[in-house]
């Protein structure tokens, strides 16, 4: 059975991270979307609550092997271990990304050369979201106009109740 973690903060989950779980869900047998922190960035929602956003997302597409967890006090190739895949899953927007990637595949190949690091492109209508971008884009006039294509539905609601 192919098994892999999607890693990342997903502060805030938005339709690129949707479009890596879709993918996911269908590469692999199981998938498990696990929210860590990332210490260089401040959080918006705390990480249960991004736990119960990113399953209602979840839930409205319809995937049945998607798992969602909070993980914390590991690396993320100890992580994989623990969890038993064969895979980390990572996206690569831009050449900025790839270097990142880059590296983080070397380390965590090096770390744990029986996990394999798999990176998929997303497609070029997607390719400038960030969670960063959305988040910058709240508060001026008419916000929520553009918002609310960026991000799926129980997000964008959670972003308007804020
Ligand atoms: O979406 P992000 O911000 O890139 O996600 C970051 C996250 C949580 C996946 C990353 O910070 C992480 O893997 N943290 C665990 C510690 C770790 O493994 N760091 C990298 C060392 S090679």
């Keep these: 059975m192919s098994a892999a973690v999607y890693a990342g903060s997903f502060d805030v989950l938005t339709t690129g991270h949707m479009w890596m779980i879709d993918q996911g869900a269908?590469?692999?047998?199981?998938l498990i979307v696990a929210i860590g922190d990332n210490p260089?960035?401040?959080?918006m929602f705390d990480a249960p609550f991004r736990k119960e956003l990113i399953q209602k997302s979840v839930k409205e597409v319809g995937h049945m092997n998607v798992q969602v967890h909070v993980?914390?006090?590991?690396y993320l190739f100890e992580y994989a271990r623990a969890c038993n895949v064969n895979y980390i899953l990572r996206g690569v927007r831009n050449a900025e990304d790839f270097e990142y990637e880059r590296v983080m595949r070397n380390l965590n190949g090096d770390f744990a050369p029986e996990i394999q690091t798999v990176c998929l492109m997303p497609?070029?209508?997607?390719?400038?979201?960030?969670?960063?971008i959305v988040k910058g884009l709240i508060g001026p006039e008419g916000w929520e106009h553009l918002v609310r294509t960026f991000v799926p539905a129980p997000v964008f609601e959670a972003l308007n109740e804020r």
């Excluded at 497609?123 to 960063?132: G, L, Q």
Aim: net charge positive; aromatic share 8%; charged share 30%.
């Design 71 to 74: 993980f914390s006090g590991l």
């Design 40 to 43: 260089a960035k401040k959080s």
């Design 123 to 132: 497609p070029r209508e997607i390719a400038e979201i960030s969670s960063s």
């Design 26 to 30: 269908k590469l692999f047998d199981q």
